[in-house]
């Protein structure tokens, strides 16, 4: 019999077989595509950079005529412009910033969901209880009415009502449960490793919690995931307008520097030789093409024996030059081989006053765009603040009259005043119900806001965090 197997099959039907809790449902998070993007370009800017201290290298290649004597060969350099530099690793640390406050809130919008789906889960679910309950009240009211059909204190009028709340109510229910259904769906679809969902309610912190949380205010700073960005946009288009700004800054077009090669094997030019030249060693084999020349002009005044003169003119001869091709020799220095190459623009002719407007306009549209950004952040935030506080107060009000209605006190001193009749007990107890449900409901308002109001305040991108409901804004 084969175990590994089936030991392997049993830890695998075990794990899809596993609920999904509320820290498996925001780890599935990391998983999410646009998770893993944003990772990535944060990851990829948070490296150091080797910032260059040239525009380009170039190495130029000049050939001197189709002889292929002369060769020129020079290493250019383009320097930065004065002080592109500073604003290239300046526009390096903003886009960096940047794209650490993208991740941030990527990461906060994808903990967003799962957390609003999981809370209106739990929070349909306590709902969905209260209807339930509310349903075997009206059930049971419906089935007191008649049995006092026939009795002179019957109200046809309260059994239809109890009747069209009664069809309300299971229409409620009918919508709980696709909801309930719709909401596993879109979880699961998160993490399909798991085939049911089981989030604990007490993993939500309570009212009095949340109005502690917010006793005290928030106060909208860097940190806040929205400002951050705000903030790294902003330094972003100031450094890349200071980038534009220095490269008209470039007083020295390029610097080069050379060397200028010749092969004397393949170097020739035209000469005019005259008499003395062909005489001399360095040209003498152009000595009988000379003579000859010269003896074809005149210079020849005797006879030629054996196709050589016997009696020369020598003023005529002395007189003539040869104009011909001659061997050159690369007499320089060493040192004179190499040249430097150096170009500067004359910034005198040229006028830099609207790049530094454009630089000052961009800064300025920047700074703007900001301050814009942390006015509506500081808008929302106030605004959420105190709507989740009102909403708190106002569930405090529902709960308090749902505590005393059931507390057995109360029920007790009811029933000794409503005597007999259990209509006014069933009414008292729906009262209650009625009042949960509507406190229920708040508490998905409040969390709705909540979730909003962390989103904004950056409580949803802390990493390392288990339950950032229950973190809060710190």
């Known amino acids: 019999m084969k175990i590994v197997p089936f030991i392997s099959l049993a830890l695998a039907t075990a794990a899809i077989a596993s609920p999904l809790t509320w820290e498996r449902l925001i780890e599935s998070a990391k998983t999410d595509p646009r998770y893993q993007a944003a990772e ?30 002369k060769h020129d060969f020079e290493l250019r350099v383009t320097p930065q412009a004065f002080g592109e530099r500073a604003a290239d690793k300046a526009h390096y640390e903003a886009v960096k ?4 406050a993208t991740f941030a809130v990527e990461r906060s919008i994808l903990l967003y969901d799962r957390y609003e789906r999981g809370v209106r889960y739990v929070l349909r679910q306590k709902i969905n209880e209260i209807n339930k309950q509310l349903l075997q009240v009206i059930q049971d009211r419906i089935e007191v009415l008649h049995l006092k059909s026939g009795s002179a204190s019957f109200n046809a009028e309260d059994l239809m009502t109890s009747l069209e709340k009664s069809a309300s109510l299971k229409a409620n229910l009918l919508s709980d449960s696709t909801a309930l259904r719709d909401a596993e769906l879109k979880m699961m679809i998160w993490a399909p490793d798991f085939d049911n969902v089981a989030l604990d309610p007490s993993f939500l912190p309570t009212m009095e919690e949340l109005a502690e949380f917010l006793k005290n205010g928030v106060t909208v700073d860097e940190n806040f995931p929205l400002v951050a960005l705000a903030k790294g946009k902003r330094d972003s ?9 220095s490269k008209d800054r470039n007083y ?5 520097i050379g060397y200028s090669l010749q092969i004397e094997s393949l170097m020739e030019k035209y000469k005019d030789l005259d008499y003395s030249d062909v005489t001399k060693e360095k040209y003498g084999k152009f000595y009988d093409e000379f003579l000859e020349k010269a003896g074809k002009s005149g210079g020849c005044i005797g006879q030629y024996i054996n196709g050589v003169c016997d009696r020369w003119d020598t003023k005529t001869v002395e007189g003539y030059s040869m104009r011909t091709l001659v061997p050159e020799t690369d007499d320089r220095k060493t040192s004179d081989k190499f040249f430097l190459n150096v170009a500067f623009r004359l910034p005198f002719f040229d006028s830099n006053k609207d790049a530094t407007l454009r630089e000052q306009v961009e800064k300025l549209d920047a700074e703007s765009k900001y301050l814009d950004e942390v006015r509506e952040v500081n808008q929302k935030v106030a605004r959420l603040t105190e709507e989740v506080l009102t909403l708190i ?15 057995s006190g109360f029920m007790e001193q009811f029933a000794r005043n409503a005597g007999s009749d259990p209509l006014l007990l069933l009414r008292a107890r729906e009262s209650a119900l009625e009042s949960d449900l509507k406190a229920a409901k708040l508490e998905y308002d409040i969390f709705a806001r909540y979730l909003a109001l962390l989103d904004y305040a950056g409580g949803l991108a802390r990493q390392n965090v288990t339950n950032h409901l229950r973190e809060g804004i710190r």
Do not use: P
Request: aromatic share 12%; hydrophobic share 35%.
């Open 40 to 69: 990535k370009r944060a990851e990829a800017t948070s490296k150091d950079r080797n910032l260059k201290l040239w525009d380009k290298i170039e190495l130029r290649y000049q050939m001197d005529g189709f002889s292929f004597a």
């Open 97 to 100: 910033n940047y794209q650490q």
């Open 393 to 407: 107060d106002q569930w405090k009000v529902l709960k308090e009259y749902a505590e005393q209605v059931n507390a």
């Open 252 to 256: 020295i077009s390029h610097i080069g």
């Open 237 to 245: 288009d100031i450094s890349k307008a200071q980038q534009d700004a």
